[in-house]
């Protein structure tokens, strides 16, 4: 079926331009874009039309690093650095979702939240859960979320959340035949190199080999990680080579953080097609660093963006990209580094994502409806008549749930 959504159209289907199409028309069939345009062709002059009048209809986002069971530690905690911080809170919490009846309470509040703030699209991790998992990918799939989510592994050095390293391939593979979902499907998730077993690890490769799986993980985030993982893989000249050791360092596999990475290891991302998933905010409240950004995107590394919840204190990804930008203008006076402008850090939270799915960046035809449409009429009135463009700058910074009119995901209305 033919539907149109008419209202102020804008994307960014390159990196640093927006394109703006006032009052435009964004044609769809059966939820998919079929094209946006100025002028609506006379062909389809008969089909119905939603008009949202002046409201801005924005591509919606992309969330492609969160913890799922850290929610509830959301905004708490952040006083000491990474491996403190994981030992003396984090590990805690996860171990709550061995309660099959609290992760449903949990995970629905946050699949909603995730919807109303804009967000239809993520890679994240549960708890090393099973159940807890299955739990979470069904309340996504119910909200409309959609994208990607990891059983964690973890079988070492994990406090109260480990699990046993035959448990944790036994359950991983249990968790792979529970996964029959439409639009929420399995990434392996090996925690991060500290948390994991050489043996577990080269088990995760070789399923993730065997299955054809995508892998998320963390990589050099935090000085005092990065000299741990020194030591547990002496043979490795830099923290990359421990998941290339094992077949988990490959095209798509997301790596979040890399405050850390040096020339070396960014040329390894970029070489292998890795992705880089920037948390600014996480990097700031755990005192980890400000990753190099300018620097990855200058040397062909693909990099989206993360909340990082609950390292990082804000779910809604235009905090997160107004974040990524005050990071890399503190990165400016350490480095000289030209600061992430409004559309850069926007394509990165929007746009570059839409790669990471298969997609194209922007609203192109072929590719299925992610939009998000939004009210800025109650923001603070301006001096003057604004431009699109600035619409949209103050919208990312300062919109809010009270700002969202209506949220598509995947072609369907999930909100609104
Ligand atoms: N490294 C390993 N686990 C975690 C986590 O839960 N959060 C962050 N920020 N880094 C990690
Ligand atoms: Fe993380």
Same mark, same amino acid.
């Given at each position: 079926? =033919?539907?149109?959504?008419?209202?102020?159209?804008?994307?960014?289907?390159?990196?640093?331009?927006?394109?703006?199409?006032?009052?435009?028309?964004?044609?769809?069939?059966?939820?998919?874009?079929?094209?946006?345009?100025?002028?609506?062709?006379?062909?389809?002059?008969?089909?119905?039309?939603?008009?949202?009048?002046?409201?801005?209809?924005?591509?919606?986002?992309?969330? !492609?690093?969160?913890?799922?069971?850290?929610?509830?530690?959301?905004?708490?905690?952040?006083?000491?650095?990474?491996?403190? #911080?994981?030992?003396?809170?984090?590990?805690?919490?996860?171990?709550?979702?061995?309660?099959?009846?609290?992760?449903?309470?949990?995970?629905?509040?946050?699949?909603?939240? !995730?919807? =109303?703030? *804009? $967000?239809?699209?993520?890679?994240?991790?549960?708890?090393?859960? $099973?159940?807890?998992?299955?739990?979470?990918?069904?309340?996504?799939?119910?909200?409309?979320?959609?994208?990607?989510?990891?059983?964690?592994?973890?079988?070492?050095?994990?406090?109260?959340?480990?699990?046993?390293?035959?448990?944790?391939?036994?359950? $991983?593979?249990? #968790?792979?035949?529970?996964?029959?979902?439409?639009?929420?499907?399995?990434?392996?998730?090996?925690?991060? =190199?500290?948390?994991?077993?050489?043996?577990?690890?080269?088990?995760?490769?070789?399923?993730?080999?065997?299955?054809?799986? &995508?892998?998320?993980?963390? !990589?050099?985030?935090?000085?005092?990680?990065?000299?741990?993982?020194?030591?547990?893989?002496?043979?490795?000249?830099?923290?990359?080579?421990?998941?290339?050791?094992?077949?988990? #360092?490959?095209?798509?596999?997301?790596?979040?953080?890399?405050?850390?990475?040096?020339?070396?290891?960014?040329?390894?991302?970029?070489?292998?097609? /890795?992705?880089?998933?920037?948390?600014?905010?996480?990097?700031?409240?755990?005192?980890?660093?400000?990753?190099?950004?300018?620097?990855?995107?200058?040397?062909?590394?693909?990099?989206?963006?993360?909340?990082?919840?609950?390292?990082?204190?804000?779910?809604?990804?235009?905090?997160?990209?107004?974040?990524?930008?005050?990071?890399?203008?503190?990165?400016?006076?350490?480095?000289?580094?030209?600061?992430?402008?409004?559309?850069?850090?926007?394509?990165?939270?929007?746009?570059?994502?839409?790669? #990471?799915?298969?997609? @194209?960046?922007?609203?192109?035809?072929?590719?299925?409806?992610?939009?998000?449409?939004?009210?800025?009429?109650?923001?603070?009135?301006? /001096?003057?008549?604004?431009?699109?463009?600035? @619409?949209?700058?103050?919208?990312?910074?300062?919109?809010?749930?009270?700002?969202?009119?209506?949220?598509?995901?995947? *072609?369907?209305?999930? &909100?609104?």
């Amino acid at each position: 079926m =033919t539907t149109i959504l008419r209202g102020n159209i804008i994307h960014a289907p390159v990196f640093g331009k927006l394109e703006a199409v006032p009052r435009g028309f964004l044609v769809l069939e059966d939820g998919i874009i079929r094209g946006l345009y100025a002028e609506l062709p006379p062909e389809y002059a008969a089909c119905p039309v939603t008009d949202y009048g002046n409201r801005l209809i924005l591509k919606s986002f992309a969330d !492609l690093h969160l913890h799922a069971p850290q929610y509830p530690m959301l905004g708490m905690g952040m006083d000491l650095p990474l491996l403190d #911080w994981l030992h003396t809170y984090t590990f805690n919490t996860e171990a709550r979702f061995a309660d099959a009846a609290y992760a449903r309470r949990v995970y629905r509040q946050l699949a909603h939240d !995730l919807i =109303t703030s *804009g $967000t239809t699209r993520v890679a994240m991790f549960s708890s090393r859960h $099973t159940d807890a998992t299955l739990i979470l990918m069904e309340e996504l799939e119910r909200a409309g979320v959609t994208g990607y989510v990891g059983k964690v592994n973890m079988d070492r050095d994990s406090g109260v959340a480990q699990e046993g390293t035959e448990e944790s391939i036994r359950e $991983t593979l249990r #968790w792979l035949d529970g996964c029959r979902f439409a639009h929420v499907k399995p990434i392996l998730t090996p925690r991060f =190199t500290p948390s994991c077993s050489d043996e577990l690890m080269a088990e995760l490769g070789r399923i993730a080999k065997e299955r054809g799986l &995508l892998v998320q993980s963390h !990589l050099s985030e935090n000085p005092g990680e990065v000299a741990l993982v020194k030591d547990l893989h002496p043979d490795c000249a830099q923290y990359w080579e421990t998941y290339d050791k094992y077949g988990l #360092w490959k095209p798509g596999t997301l790596m979040a953080h890399c405050v850390h990475s040096d020339q070396r290891e960014q040329e390894a991302m970029a070489a292998s097609g /890795v992705w880089a998933v920037h948390c600014a905010a996480s990097n700031v409240n755990l005192c980890s660093g400000t990753a190099p950004i300018r620097e990855m995107l200058d040397r062909g590394v693909h990099v989206a963006l993360g909340s990082d919840i609950a390292g990082g204190d804000q779910l809604a990804m235009n905090k997160v990209v107004t974040m990524s930008i005050r990071a890399s203008k503190i990165k400016q006076l350490e480095t000289g580094a030209p600061f992430l402008t409004v559309p850069e850090a926007y394509y990165l939270g929007a746009s570059a994502p839409q790669e #990471w799915f298969g997609e @194209r960046p922007g609203f192109q035809p072929g590719d299925s409806l992610h939009a998000v449409v939004v009210d800025d009429g109650g923001l603070p009135e301006p /001096v003057r008549e604004l431009s699109l463009s600035e @619409r949209f700058e103050r919208s990312i910074y300062l919109m809010d749930k009270s700002c969202i009119t209506a949220v598509y995901s995947g *072609g369907r209305k999930v &909100l609104g």
